[in-house]
């Protein structure tokens, strides 16, 4: 199995930005792509981003495209989530998950909250 652990989340202004951590650890080789998707209460989950871990194409919701930012350190195992001009909407509890490509399903991290006030 896959075990993976989301850091970074906090409480930021609007306007500002964090940055999303998430260490893989088990059978990484099974998973080709790993991703962000959030929740917000009484909302249903949704897609953020998502990065391949060979070649690192991406994918981004409208939402947050020109906003956000995915990467990853293949050889570590890592991923990032750069969140920047976080706006109140963007509040909610931040999922990493690897799988297949381009909707990585297979294994979730914990999450993390993030509260963008006004």
């Known amino acids: 199995q896959v075990r993976l652990v989301e850091s970074g989340g906090g409480l930021v202004q609007a306007g500002g930005s964090l940055r999303l951590s998430c260490a893989a650890s088990?059978?990484?080789?099974?998973?080709?792509?790993m991703g962000w998707f959030r929740q917000a209460p009484g909302k249903e989950r949704e897609f953020v981003a998502t990065?391949?871990?060979?070649?690192?194409?991406?994918l981004y919701a409208d939402s947050v495209k020109g906003r956000f930012t995915i990467s990853r350190i293949a050889a570590n195992n890592t991923g990032y989530l750069q969140m920047n001009s976080l706006k109140p909407d963007d509040t909610a509890i931040y999922y990493c998950?690897?799988?297949?490509?381009?909707?990585?399903?297979?294994?979730w991290g914990q999450g993390t909250q993030v509260t963008v006030s006004s």
């Open positions: 998950a690897a799988g297949g490509w381009p909707r990585p399903n297979s294994y």
């Open positions: 088990g059978r990484t080789f099974s998973s080709s792509a």
């Open positions: 990065i391949s871990w060979g070649v690192g194409v991406t």
